[in-house]
Each structure stands twice: as structure tokens, then as C-alpha cells.
């Protein structure tokens, strides 16, 4: 059992990594960590709401105790059917419903609010966080608020390793075949305009991409720090290199070994899993910014 669990853990941050080193890149080029911030929060609204769900299916709501009592003959089967159904009712669905809706609330103020742009994106990230914990408080039985604000990749099932697989195919594919026209509008909006690249859509394709990272890799670092493990890998890439394409492997490398590197010392030393690799990818990020100046120095000094 162990060994499952563990081979899990191992699965869903390996796919995690190549993710969030590509997204990531993105995020920290666009310079959209605060917007991809808002989106997170307002995920974990979702998340409360499809765990009510789940408890309603089960209590039999929704119609669901009706359906049950039509296709078995005694009450008891009727429950027991109920609550089966139950278990194939996933906080995720909701959970990217919410963050798509904020996404494309998040594009809106982009081009619309300018001036209150901070305030309405800091309303978006409370309302969304308090939606969630509300709905939380109607959730009978062991749900914490933590193993979805900070994660708990220890827990993973193979459900949750089979979405990330299926979602994180998606999103790579639309990486790989959009990459040019991103690349562009991340590095120079105007002349990606002059060219005819729809600037808008490229804005809000990486807003939705971002907000389905943000969902399918919650488990990892939860809602709270996914942020973190979006652009410090990223961030810690860029101190050595500008090129879009040798940021994106290099994050997945950082992101990589820094989360492989926090699963074990969060086991070894009996730490919360999230923020242990979270401090790892910091750690790594600070040792870049004090290297990075005298190496860039060097560097410099040989090419002349």
C-alpha cells in the first residue's frame, strides 16, 4: 500500500514539474503571478462547493435518493446506491468552473478596471477563498481546509494522477501549437499586434491554461503556494537565460528536483509535504539571485 502511494506522490509531481515549468515560464514572462494568484484562490470556491455536492449526492439530494429508490427495490439499497454515486462526485469540475469564471473575470479587468485593477483582483482572491471555506463549513465528517490550501500530495489517488495525465496533455498540446504566437505577445505585445496576432485571445488562452494548471495540480502545493511553485522555478531559471524554450526545460528541471528533494525531507524530518518543496524552490531561487549577478559578471568579462 505504501508503495502505491508513494509510486503516486512520484507520478503526479513528475507530471507536475513539466507543467509548471512550462506554464510557469509563461506566467513569469507575461508577468501574470498575481493574476494567476486571484485565479488559485478562487478555485479553492469550487473546491467547497463540489465537496457540499458530493455530501448532498450522498444524503441523497439533487434528486439523487429519487433515481436510487426507481432502480433498487428496498431503502437501504437505495442509500447505498446513493452513497456509491457519491464517490464518483470530484471537487474538480467545480473547482475549474470557478477558476475559468475568474479567469475570464480577470481578463475583463485587465483590459477594463486600469486604475482599480489591484483592488478588484484583491476582491476576486478573498471572495473566491471565503466561498470556499464557507461551504467547507457545511461539509460533514474529516475535511480540512489545509489539504486544499496547502496541498497534500502524499494523498494522491490514481483518479487524480489519470486527470492531471489527460489535462496536462491538453494543456502542453496547446502550448506546443500556440508557442510562436505566445512567445510573442509575452515578450513584445505591440509587435506581436503589427504582425496580426490576435493579442487578446493569446492573453486569455494563457489565463485559462493557467487556471487549469492552477486546478489539476492543487494536490501538490495546494491552492495557497501553487503560485510560488508557478514562478519560482521560472524565476530562478530567467537569472541565467531570456530564451522562452531553454526557461521551460530548465523550470522543469528546478521544479523537478526541488519537489523530489521536499517529498523526501518532508518525510524524513515530518513536515507538511507542500511547503516543504515550496521552501526547497525558494531555496534554490535565493541561491540564484546571489549567484547569478558575479556569474552574468563572468560571463561577460570572457565573451570580450
Not at 63 to 80: C, N, Q, R, V, Y
Not at 87 to 111: E, G
Not at 137 to 155: E, M, N
Not at 230 to 248: D, H, M, N, S, Y
Request: hydrophobic residues 55%.
Amino acid at each position: 500500500m505504501q508503495a502505491e502511494i508513494l509510486r503516486n506522490t512520484y507520478l503526479l509531481t513528475a507530471i507536475a514539474s513539466v507543467i509548471f515549468g512550462a506554464i510557469g515560464s509563461f506566467v513569469v514572462a507575461r508577468r501574470i503571478g498575481y493574476l494567476a494568484g486571484a485565479i488559485a484562490h478562487s478555485a479553492f470556491g469550487g473546491v467547497g462547493i463540489g465537496l457540499w455536492t458530493k455530501q448532498c449526492v450522498e444524503a441523497g439530494a439533487f434528486g439523487s435518493l429519487a433515481l436510487a429508490t426507481l432502480l433498487t427495490d428496498a431503502p437501504d439499497d437505495a442509500k447505498t446506491l446513493c452513497q456509491k454515486w457519491s464517490q464518483y462526485v470530484n471537487p474538480v469540475p467545480s473547482a475549474f468552473v470557478f477558476a475559468l469564471l475568474a479567469a475570464i473575470l480577470v481578463d475583463y479587468v485587465r483590459q477594463h478596471a486600469h486604475e482599480r485593477e489591484e483592488t478588484i483582483l484583491g476582491a476576486i482572491w478573498a471572495i473566491g477563498a471565503a466561498v470556499g471555506l464557507l461551504f467547507l463549513d457545511r461539509v460533514h465528517g474529516y475535511v480540512t481546509a489545509s489539504t486544499y490550501l496547502f496541498g497534500d500530495v502524499l494523498l494522491v489517488s490514481q483518479t487524480d494522477v489519470l486527470i492531471s495525465v489527460v489535462l496536462g496533455t491538453i494543456i502542453l498540446a496547446c502550448l506546443f501549437l500556440d508557442f510562436k504566437k505566445l512567445e510573442a505577445v509575452c515578450f513584445d505585445e505591440e509587435f506581436a499586434e503589427l504582425r496580426g496576432i490576435n493579442v487578446k485571445f493569446q492573453n486569455r488562452l494563457l489565463l485559462v491554461l493557467t487556471a487549469a494548471t492552477v486546478v489539476i495540480l492543487m494536490r501538490v502545493v495546494g491552492m495557497a503556494l501553487i503560485v510560488a511553485l508557478l514562478t519560482l522555478p521560472a524565476a530562478t531559471v530567467c537569472r541565467f537565460t531570456k530564451r522562452l524554450g531553454t526557461t521551460i526545460v530548465a523550470s522543469t528541471v528546478v521544479c523537478f528536483v526541488g519537489s523530489w528533494l521536499g517529498i523526501w525531507l518532508s518525510y524524513l524530518y515530518n513536515f507538511s509535504t507542500g511547503p516543504m518543496i515550496v521552501m526547497v524552490v525558494a531555496i534554490f531561487y535565493v541561491s540564484a539571485l546571489i549567484l547569478g549577478k558575479p556569474l552574468r559578471l563572468i560571463k561577460t568579462f570572457l565573451g570580450r
